[in-house]
């Protein structure tokens, strides 16, 4: 499945249909599920389920890579069935959940992986919010 990208605004003259500025990042993907942007990075973080050894895994990789070529980076394997994933940039860290109804904190390199709650029922998402004291 790929992943495409384009501009907010559709070029002059043209439809959504037949717009010229579609770009693909990724391709080839065995099941991407969950995506998040860390826009201060310009990085693409998503879940991926599917067959091993890309898919029920945690990956990213650049917008922009200095030399154009995009490889994901796989962060972790093994998830069960891998479904959600939220970013908190300001504290470095991601949260991931998976179908088997874990949820698992790390930092954003995929590194100090923890599960912070085990058999919590088919989890299909996560989310992350700050709120203010």
Known sequence: MPFLRAAIDLPAGESAADRSDIEVLLQGLPEPIDLQLHLAERTLYWTDRGD????????????????GQ????????????????????????????????TV???????????????AQGNLTGIAHAVIPT
Do not use: C, K, Q
């Open 52 to 67: 091993p050894p890309r898919g029920n895994s945690v990956n990213r990789t650049p917008m922009d890579p200095p030399d």
């Open 70 to 101: 995009r490889e994901p980076e796989i962060l972790w394997t093994h998830l069960m069935e891998g479904i959600g994933i939220a970013l908190d940039p300001d504290d470095g860290r991601m949260f991931v959940t998976d179908m088997a109804g």
């Open 104 to 118: 698992y904190a790390a930092d954003l390199d995929g590194s100090n992986r923890r599960e912070i709650l085990i």
